[in-house]
């Protein structure tokens, strides 16, 4: 049944997600895609959507990717699967704040857990960048797409450093993008 994979995964995805939205999309890659549930070019977009509107990462992709599969009842369960491991382990936390805060084991495994979401995010940033800027892999690279993805990348990481606001940010690549799709030569 479609509405418990969909929670299952989810779930799982939530529960074992360790730094936030961006360090749960290479498990939600691996799945999605091992599943069959979209293509790779697929995930990409909807990671894009995700990230363009309100809300936190998890519950928008888990959301629009239950949506994408199920309906609005797919889109509960995905999203209901996301957010009800970390729900649960904040309820725990919060319950047994006191011990948890002056633990040398609970310090201990938060030192070693912050590398591996920074592993875990860059190897995301591998991977996604790679369906972005190089879509059909190194053989059919084409110059036009290749230097428009990398120009508008360059732009928005220059603006970023610049502390123009993420909203202007997400905007203007959007209007950059709609731009270099309607002046891609045929």
């Not at 998890?58 to 599969?69: D, F, H, P, Q």
């Not at 123009?164 to 905007?171: G, K, R, T, V, W």
Request: net charge neutral.
């Amino acid at each position: 049944m479609v509405y418990l994979e969909l929670f299952g995964t989810f779930f799982k995805i939530g529960l074992f997600t360790i730094g936030g939205g961006y360090a749960m999309l290479p498990m939600i890659q691996a799945d999605v895609l091992a599943k069959g549930w979209m293509t790779a070019e697929e995930l990409v977009n909807f990671i894009a959507v995700s990230e363009s509107t309100p809300g936190t990462f998890a519950v928008n992709i888990s959301t629009y990717i239950g949506a994408e599969l199920a309906g609005l009842p797919g889109a509960f369960c995905a999203t209901l699967g996301v957010v009800l491991p970390s729900f649960l382990i904040i309820l725990l936390v919060a319950h047994f704040y006191l011990a948890f805060r002056s633990s040398r084991v609970v310090s201990g495994v938060m030192t070693g857990l912050r590398p591996a979401v920074i592993g875990m995010i860059g190897a995301a940033v591998i991977s996604v960048g790679q369906t972005v800027f190089l879509p059909d892999g190194l053989a059919a690279v084409t110059a036009y797409p290749l230097l428009c993805s990398l120009a508008i990348f360059a732009l928005m990481a220059f603006l970023t450093f610049r502390k123009l606001h993420p909203i202007a940010i997400i905007l203007l690549s959007a209007l950059l993008g709609i731009a270099a799709g309607y002046l891609q030569p045929m």
